[in-house]
């Protein structure tokens, strides 16, 4: 049968309405692209955009979405992804074999919560409180660093190094309380630490890049984190130490009836990895899939595998080198990270994802999205000449947006590039 012009007017108007309401939200959005690309921090800088409508599955929005960028930490967005798929829900903390009731012989899995000072439930102390001796299975892990890393940066908080059996956090902190007072934890790092005697206004400190030595002189410091390298005699120093019990050191791997020591939730290591953007932390997460996957603690072994199994299907095969996005050999397309995280929207559902990334207001984008808070959920990354932000958006009428902003070789300031990216993602949530 054929329908007459006037059998249902209220159609025809109702189908007018929706194409004049897209159109008027694609020149709104055309309107945007064109102010942001004319930005002047954003005008001389390379930049890809990618949006995509995980509600009617289909792109929106693309700007030079399959080009290539160095993302900085958004790269923490596909660790995220491995490790909820592959940790479970409780962290492996440690494997064990009680040889008698006096003695047990551990090996690491990577958890990287053993003594952090964020978790002050420590099982694992617990667990080991309960021996007389403690015996350490260590194949000596010295990979401490990433491809890639700028190593000039070895005394920063963020280049935690890594290691088969972290603790706490892998880092010295020290604390200046007055003159010539200079709190430092772990304790065992007392032993290794030379202190001025003259410290007026706060410290500075310094340390070889291959040794765990400490020297703190006169500076404008009061509180500091300097990374040690995790070699087998440091851990096993500092476990003897803390638990003031005799620790030693077999070369020996676990037999195969090891036992397994749970810890914490996934999720409350993912959780701050995402809103502060725990470098330690991602690399740490990557460790353990690849523990959990192959056996072994390999990032470059791992990404391989990952990359032609779980994300062989990306839009473009990414170049994936490490787990926190340190690296400025990592190069992802916004695209990609549309993909990943539309994997994570499908596998593990938003209200897991909401308890993991920060929203407007919160972690690293704390000062931004306020007004979208509860609505906005995105991963930030920042190296000097990057800024990115990746994530999902729920517009007015409740419909979910992925996106992907990478921003390269920006000459300005970083808080101008968020503001420009800002404003632009804002304008899809109409």
């Known amino acids: 049968m054929t329908l007459r012009k006037t059998s249902f007017p209220w159609l025809l108007a109702f189908i007018a309405a929706i194409a004049i309401t897209s159109c008027s939200s ?23 955009i990618s949006v995509y409508d995980a509600t009617q599955n289909k792109y929106v929005f693309n700007y030079q979405g399959d080009k290539y960028f160095v993302p900085a930490s958004n790269t923490k967005i596909p660790t995220c992804y491995v490790a909820m798929k592959y940790l479970g829900d409780s962290l492996t903390a440690l494997r064990y074999v009680a040889r008698d009731p006096d003695t047990v012989l551990i090996a690491g899995t990577g958890s990287p919560d053993l003594l952090h000072p964020d978790y002050k439930d420590q099982p694992v102390f617990n667990f080991l409180k309960q021996y007389k001796q403690v015996i350490l299975s260590v194949k000596p892990y010295t990979d401490f660093l990433g491809s890639g890393w700028s190593w000039s940066d070895y005394k920063a908080y963020y280049m935690a190094q890594r290691s088969d059996l972290p603790l706490y956090g892998n880092v010295a902190r020290f604390n200046w309380k007055n003159e010539g007072n200079v709190q430092v934890m772990p304790s065992y790092f ?61 070369p020996h791997p676990l037999s195969a009836g090891s036992q397994r020591l749970y810890s914490r939730p996934v999720d409350s290591v993912l959780r701050p990895m ?10 740490q997460m990557l460790l353990m899939v690849s523990q ?50 539309h994997k994570m929207e499908k596998e593990f559902g938003m209200q897991r994802i909401k308890g993991i990334l920060p929203t407007g207001g919160e972690g690293t984008i704390s000062n931004y999205y306020k007004e979208d808070s509860g609505y906005i959920y995105a991963k930030t990354g920042s190296l000097s000449g990057v800024v990115s932000l990746s994530g999902y958006l729920y517009t007015s009428k409740g419909r979910l947006l992925i996106f992907s902003v990478l921003v390269n070789n920006h000459n300005g300031s970083a808080a101008d590039v968020r503001r420009a990216v800002e404003r632009f993602i804002r304008k899809f949530r109409k």
């Open 190 to 250: 007392k032993t290794v630490t030379t202190v001025a005697n003259h410290l007026p206004t706060g410290f500075d400190i310094g340390k070889p890049w291959d040794e765990n030595k400490f020297t703190v002189t006169e500076g404008t410091g009061k509180n500091d984190e300097v990374p040690f390298r995790p070699d087998a005699p440091t851990i096993k120093a500092l476990l003897a130490d803390t638990l003031k019990l005799p620790v030693t050191i077999d």
């Open 26 to 48: 694609q020149r709104a959005i055309h309107s945007a692209q064109k102010k942001l690309l004319t930005e002047p921090v954003i005008q001389t800088a390379h930049i890809g």
């Open 292 to 341: 959990e996957k192959l056996g072994i603690m390999d990032d470059r072994t791992i990404i391989d595998t990952l990359l032609k199994t779980d994300l062989a299907d990306l839009p473009q095969k990414p170049r994936w080198v490490d787990g926190s996005g340190l690296s400025r050999y990592n190069l992802f397309t916004p695209q990609d990270f549309v993909a990943i995280l």
């Open 274 to 283: 995402m809103h502060r953007s725990d470098n330690f932390f991602a690399e």
